[in-house]
């Protein structure tokens, strides 16, 4: 006969109907809450109490008789072995009591002076009847239980089986009793070593037990079984083995099933290249993978006691904006259904995306999981394709730009110069004097025309790496008044001004090519500025430099575009192709010949105020000493 209940406070929640048989009680009387301590006799109660707690909280077994009162007021003596199904310390435990009705002739009821025990025959004829009738209950009620009673002696030989063992395994009660050994046989093979050396171990200690094992049914079934055993012993010594098998294939399925998901959502969890992290209602972390360590550079000092909270402090420490990390993860506490996605910037240049999302359990969310992923190379890539892009796109301006500009540039010499030949040519017809003066100007247009086409040739010769110098010893004197007599013809409205050092300053190099870059420097300064003014040329020595500055006071150059003014086909925004013409080659140019002589050149300027273009060359004589010259 069984029952099942549970709590500190004993409430039974099952009577098997053997038992309530017994009782006389019906099952709804059964489940009162004060049914335990109603049925108990007050003198055994605080014992039963005892018991029933003690299993609860150990999850252990133990048993204990006690006077119950049936119906009618009969008192019965039952003895009870309790098992904990599920132990709780809290009292919130589960257990099932395997009860037997005590023999009336073997051990005297409780006898009370005031009540009269009806379990006792007054005569030997109603004891016999009694005992016939209440083995047959006995056997009747066992067969109603859902698992196997049994009972073996020491030798684990079984005298008694209940009917349910047909049923679950398909052996018949008779074979389970007749063969010798039936039990160990009829064990799964991984199971019958240890099970029957730990029941015989138990059963030598005169200890209830309870495992579970395996039995291979008549049909080849593996059928999972929960054997709760009591011994019962006189002096020490086992001598009857008491149980009851339960059915738990269904529930080991169920938890091998759990098991495996719980495998295979462990190892997706580690297999992931996203680092994932998650956080119960109350912060606690009760989920991780190794990558998020690694993303987050955190040591195995995380698993001892981190929290939510340790983890968002130690977040802070890392991110580009910790503010606003804060926020977001503050905002997402106060709405725990809202999902997310953002983008964080760590302190180390790395950067990682987040995803966030509620975790449910059923409707009920429980917790929030947050996973990174690494997506800086992507970022990176992503950049610079726009970099590329952007460029590409410059490049394409600049070259609309030139071929607009450059057109309009080589075109511009073309109509002075056909009409100073139509004039000419008139004159030649008509057998009139050819007036030098327009031969002088078409020949300037013709210079003109020479000099745009020869940047072009020179642009592409540095693109392709072919502009050759020669190697001479140049003296600089020499060339830079070579080249102020040449230009003061130029512009009658600019002064030009000239400074030279008294010792002569020679530069390795190609007189030209030189040449070309004070030209450039002088026709600059004298084109930007329209106003005219004074254009200054100076020769210096600073150490084993020589250093050559141009300034004008004319229209300078923007701060921000300065650093664009030696850039092939740059031409300043305060400089429009309407007012100043140029194809932006000349600095270009000029750069790569300064730097192909071993110098540097730069230029000093304020919009408005006006510009010194300066660059250096290494003097043949002197030692170098570039850190006495003046920078940019
Ligand atoms: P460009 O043929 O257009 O003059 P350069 O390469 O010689 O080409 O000059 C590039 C740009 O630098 C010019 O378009 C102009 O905007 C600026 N620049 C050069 N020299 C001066 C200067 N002396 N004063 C102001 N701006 C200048």
């Known amino acids: ?212 094992y395996r039995m291979i049914a008549a049909d080849g079934r593996v059928v999972w079984l929960r054997d709760i055993v009591t011994v019962i012993s006189e002096d020490g010594v086992p001598r009857e083995l008491r149980g009851i098998m339960v059915d738990i294939t269904e529930h080991r399925r169920a938890r091998e099933y759990l098991e495996h998901m719980v495998s295979l959502l462990r190892a997706t969890l580690e297999s992931t290249a996203d680092g994932v992290v998650v956080v119960d209602q109350r912060r606690r972390v009760t989920a991780y993978n190794r990558r998020f360590l690694e993303l987050w550079r955190m040591s195995d000092e995380f698993r001892k006691d981190w929290d939510g909270e340790k983890m968002l402090r130690y977040a802070l420490t890392q991110v580009q904006h910790p503010e606003q990390f804060r926020e977001r993860v503050l905002a997402l506490r106060t709405a725990p259904e809202q999902e997310s996605h953002d983008t964080i910037e760590m302190r180390d240049g790395r950067i990682l995306e987040r995803y966030s999302r509620p975790q449910r359990l059923g409707d009920t969310i429980i917790g929030r999981v947050w996973s990174y992923r690494d997506v800086t190379t992507e970022r990176r890539a992503q950049a610079e394709r726009e970099r590329l892009l952007h460029e ?75 502009l050759e110098l020669r190697h001479e010893p140049v003296p600089l004197q020499q060339l830079t008044r070579e080249v102020l007599a040449d230009l003061r013809p130029v512009s009658p409205h600019h002064t030009l001004e000239y400074e030279e050092p008294d010792e002569t300053l020679t530069i390795q190099g190609d007189r030209g090519r030189l040449a070309q870059v004070l030209v450039n420097l002088l026709e600059n300064a004298i084109k930007y500025s329209p106003m005219g003014g004074t254009i200054r040329l100076t020769v210096e020595r600073y150490g084993g430099q020589a250093l050559v500055s141009v300034t004008d006071r004319g229209i300078g150059i923007p701060s921000d575009q300065k650093a664009h003014l030696f850039e092939r086909f740059f031409r300043a925004r305060n400089a429009p192709i309407s007012g100043f013409g140029g194809l932006g080659l000349g600095l270009y140019i000029c750069r790569d010949i300064v730097e192909h002589h071993g110098g540097r050149i730069w230029v000093e300027s304020e919009v408005g105020s006006g510009s010194t273009f300066r660059f250096t060359l290494p003097a043949l004589e002197g030692a170098a000493d570039a850190h006495a010259l003046p920078g940019p």
């Open 1 to 212: 006969m069984l029952w099942l209940g549970g709590g500190l406070l004993p409430r039974l929640r099952w009577v098997s109907p053997s038992l309530l048989q017994a009782l006389g009680h019906s099952l709804e009387e059964c489940k009162a809450r004060d049914f335990v301590q109603r049925l108990v006799h007050p003198e055994d109660l605080d014992r039963v109490l005892e018991a029933w707690r003690r299993v609860i909280r150990t999850g252990g077994s133990s048993s204990v008789e006690f006077r119950a009162e049936a119906t009618q007021g009969r008192l019965v003596h039952l003895s009870v072995e309790l098992s904990a199904v599920e132990s709780a310390a809290d009292g919130g435990g589960e257990l099932i009591g395997t009860v037997r009705v005590l023999v009336p002739a073997a051990r005297p009821v409780f006898q009370s002076p005031s009540t009269t025990c009806p379990l006792l025959g007054e005569t030997p004829e109603e004891v016999a009847q009694e005992l016939t009738r209440s083995e047959r209950e006995h056997v009747e009620l066992t067969d109603t239980v859902d698992g196997i009673v049994w009972s073996t002696d020491a030798r684990f030989r079984f005298t008694f089986v209940s009917k349910q063992a047909e049923r679950l395994l398909g052996y018949s009660t008779q074979k389970w009793m007749q063969e010798p050994d039936f039990w160990v046989k009829h064990l799964h093979p991984e199971d019958q070593d240890w099970a029957p050396a730990f029941c015989m171990k138990a059963a030598m200690e005169c200890r209830a037990h309870e495992f579970e």
């Open 392 to 466: 590409a796109e410059e490049a394409i301006r600049v070259r609309d730009d030139f071929l607009s500009i450059a057109s309009h540039e080589l075109k511009t010499p073309l109509t002075p110069l056909k009409l100073h030949l139509q004039v000419l040519r008139q004159r030649a017809v008509s057998g009139q004097p050819f007036p030098l003066q327009h031969v002088e100007k078409a020949l300037a247009q013709v210079a003109r025309l020479s000099g745009l086409i020869n940047d072009l040739l020179d642009t592409s010769r540095i693109q392709a790496g072919r």
